[in-house]
Structure formats: C-alpha cells, structure tokens
C-alpha cells in the first residue's frame, strides 16, 4: 500500500470526523451502516481473492491470447466472451491484446465481445454483485448484459465494415 | 445474502484445498497474489464504507428517491446512467455503494444503469482505447455502451 492509496480512506474519515463532530446525533446510523458494509464486505472479499490468485497462479498469462486467435464463427464469439470474463487485470491491460487480435485477423464483432466482457462480466465483479444485490439482480444482469454485448459486437463490426469496408487497428502488432 | 458468502467460500476453499495438493508451491505463488490483490482493494473498500456510513447519516432518502427513484423516471435513469460514465469506481467496490442507494430509496432501473454504464463504459481509458483500436472504434463501442446499458436497466426496472 502506497501513501498514494492511503489518501482517500483518510480523506474520507477525515470527513467522517468532521461531519460527525458537528451532528453527533448521526453518530450511530453512521458507524451502524459503515460496520454493517464493511462486514458483509469481509465476509466474501478474502474469498474473491484467493480465486483470483488462484487463476493468476494456474493459467498462464498468454494462454487467454493463444484461444482467441483461432476462435470463429458463434463458438468463437461465446469464446470470446468467456476469456474476457476471466479475472485477469484492469481494463487497460486488454486493449493491446484487443489491437493484437484484430491484426492477426480476428473479427470485429469477437473483439467487441471479449473487451466488453473484461469490462463488465469479470467473475470476481460478479460474485460481490451476487452478495451485495441478490441473485435475481445479478443473474437478470448478467443474462440482458451478454446479449447486449454480443449484439453490439456484430453492429459495431458492421458499422466500421460499411465506412472503411474492414478494420485496420492503428497500431498493429504481431 | 449469507448463502451467498457460504457458497463462495466453500468454493474459493476447495480450489485452494485442489490446489495446495496439486502444488504448493505454485500455491504459494499464487496466494502471493491473492494478498496483493487483496492490499490493492482494501483502501478504497475502506474509503466506500465510510461514504456508504456517511451518506446513510447525512443524505435524506426522500433526495435519493427524488432524483433516482421510481418517481424520477427517465430523468433518474439518465443521472444514474451518467453518473455511472463518469465515475471512475473500481467496480468491486461499486456494488456495496449501489445496494446502499437501492435501500435508501433509488429504483432497480436507476442502480442497474448506474452498475452498468460504470462497469462497460470507461472515459478514462477511452484515449488508450482509441490509440490502440482506432477512434471509431472506441467511439462506436462506449457509446453503444451507454445505450444498451439503458435498455438493459429499463428491462431490469421492468422485470424485477
């Protein structure tokens, strides 16, 4: 942990003192709900954790780059979409794998789907959405939020098809 | 909600049991890198407890209902959702912040927008995201983005 890191805890208890000196009638909903959150938080984070230590340790980093290259057709797409939902880092870290992907020739609509999929259907992300809003949020999510996805996936690659008639990344790797 | 914790830690617990009998050493490795995950989050999960703490003690809930509620309507929803566009949250620590504004009176239409836009959508790495696959691409994929994450929140609004 940084002393960057430890800025904006501080900031906000800093508030807390502050707020809580002034109406110090709030003191015990306050404390109440930030003790309640942040139980329900240890309950599961640890958990979160060693799963996502787990697939660091176990799959090796280049293996999520090796599927996707021969992935195609609906199999690919679905592909696509599993990989990109793997717990493997910040958004950032997949736009070069993207840029890679669409110069060795994967479709657009694949790339579309794997990068929305880092993004948005990270199963880590997942299971704190689970215990925070319930399973009839998270799985109704989930569910319209894929099909989002793959939809968007095969528009955007008609929409660029149509101007350019095909994708060329502006930094092509490989 | 403790189903929940129960089922995930009986999980995380048997891969972790799977794998220390398979390899302990890549074990260890790997449990390296489940506490430097774990050290990276901690501070802002502390950071959102508190806000959460503090927004409960100071926001009147009848001002959340009013500007993310069922009343809102679609206003609510475009604040929601863009509110989630801009916002740079780590998403893990999202969700604790939406289920507070959830009990404290906000629709499931205007949270969902909000999980959504903040989860799929990214404007601070969007000139990352165009250097690296070209600028309609990005353009087309966020904006796009902030679209579906509507339909996806009206439809949640509507079946839940």
């Known amino acids: ?174 | 909600m403790t189903y929940t914790v129960v089922v995930i830690n009986l999980f995380a617990l048997a891969c972790l049991l799977w794998s220390l009998l398979r390899d302990p050493a890549r074990t260890r490795r790997s449990l390296a890198i489940s506490l430097r995950s774990f050290l990276r989050v901690l501070p802002s999960v502390l950071a959102i407890v508190v806000l959460i703490g503090l927004l409960r003690g100071f926001l009147p809930p009848e001002l959340v209902s009013r500007i993310l509620g069922e009343r809102s309507g679609f206003g609510g929803v475009m604040v929601a959702a863009s509110l989630g566009t801009v916002l740079h949250i780590p998403s893990i620590i999202s969700f604790p912040l939406a289920a507070s504004v959830l009990e404290e009176g906000a629709s499931v239409t205007a949270v969902a927008a909000f999980v959504t836009t903040l989860t799929m959508i990214g404007t601070v790495t969007l000139p990352l995201e165009a250097r690296e696959l070209g600028r309609r691409f990005a353009l087309l994929r966020n904006g796009l983005s902030f679209v579906l994450a509507i339909i996806v929140a009206l439809i949640m609004g509507a079946i839940l």
């Open chain 1, 1 to 174: 942990m940084s002393l960057r890191d430890l800025m904006l805890p501080s900031a906000a208890v800093v508030l807390a003192v502050v707020l809580l000196r002034a109406f110090p009638g709030r003191t015990e909903v306050v404390l109440g709900t930030s003790l309640r959150f942040f139980v329900e938080m240890l309950l599961i984070l640890p958990a979160v954790m060693v799963l996502v230590g787990l697939f660091g340790g176990w799959v090796p980093k280049d293996v999520v780059a090796r599927y996707l290259g021969r992935a195609s057709g609906l199999g690919g797409l679905l592909l696509s979409f599993l990989m990109g939902a793997l717990p493997t880092g910040p958004l950032y870290m997949a736009f070069p794998m993207a840029s890679a992907l669409l110069a060795k020739g994967a479709r657009v609509a694949n790339v579309v789907a794997f990068l929305s999929a880092w993004a948005c259907i990270k199963v880590p992300q997942e299971m704190v959405e689970l215990q925070f809003l319930g399973p009839k949020f998270m799985a109704s999510r989930l569910v319209l939020t894929v099909a989002s996805v793959v939809g968007m996936g095969i528009l955007v690659e008609k929409l660029l098809r149509r101007k350019y008639g095909g994708v060329r990344p502006i930094r092509a790797e490989g």
